[in-house]
């Protein structure tokens, strides 16, 4: 009996050890992603491009407070990935930070809530 409760508290102890710090794991993926950093911003930035011309050319064809408020966070997309490319290449990652960018994105957000739920 005593060596099933020694066993179960070691198994929980080394458990501990495996879950306080669960995003070790991730340490090194993220590590490799970061070294892709331009190019996925490169390409960010042609994807938001691109939605942003789609967005134009859609609330250019239909007129209507949908299409301008998806359009407006398509454009806030597009400039907010202009923004991390200059970034990159101006301060070297330094201005751009993440508070700057959780604002863009809540924006986007703001307007894609009111893209869906404001009437006509």
Not at 59 to 88: C, E, Y
Request: overall charge positive; glycine content about 6%.
């Amino acid at each position: 009996m005593e060596r099933k409760i020694l066993a179960g508290l070691f198994g929980l102890v080394s458990l501990s050890g495996v879950f306080a710090v669960p995003w070790d794991a991730l340490r090194e993926p993220v590590g490799l992603i970061g070294n892709f950093a331009p190019v996925l911003s490169w390409l960010l930035l042609i994807v938001a491009g691109v939605l942003m011309c789609i967005s134009i050319l859609a609330h250019n064809k239909r007129k209507s407070h949908t299409t301008l408020w998806v359009g407006i966070a398509f454009n806030l997309f597009f400039v907010k990935s202009l923004l991390v490319v200059l970034d990159l290449y101006v301060s070297s990652g330094n201005f751009f930070n993440y508070a700057i960018q959780s604002l863009f994105d809540l924006a986007i957000l703001l307007s894609l809530f009111i893209a869906i739920f404001r009437k006509e």
